[in-house]
C-alpha cells in the first residue's frame, strides 16, 4: 500500500501547529548559517539542546550531524 501524501499533509503539515514548528526549525538553520556561514552548516542539522524548537536562543542551538540529530530525536 502507497502513502498518500495528499491525506498526509491535510492531517498534519498544514495544521498551523505544524506550520509555525517547521518556521521556527528554519529561523534556527537560518541564525546559524548567519553567525557561522553556510558552508559550515552545510550537510548538518541545527539541533535545539532541549528539543523545544520555538526556543531559538544562541545557547539552546548546536550542530550535529544529521545521523546523531535525527536518532537523538526518534
Known sequence: MSRNYKSEYANYHAKLSQ????????AARRLMAR?????????????????????????????????QNRSRNG
Not at 506550520?19 to 528554519?26: G, I, P, T, Y
Not at 553556510?38 to 550542530?63: E, F, M, T, W
Open 19 to 26: 506550520k509555525k514548528r517547521r518556521a521556527s526549525r528554519n
Open 35 to 67: 553567525k557561522l556561514g553556510l558552508s559550515k552548516i552545510k550537510g548538518r542539522d541545527v539541533d535545539h539542546k532541549d528539543r523545544n524548537p520555538k526556543n531559538n536562543a544562541a545557547s539552546n542551538l548546536r550542530l550535529q550531524k544529521k545521523s
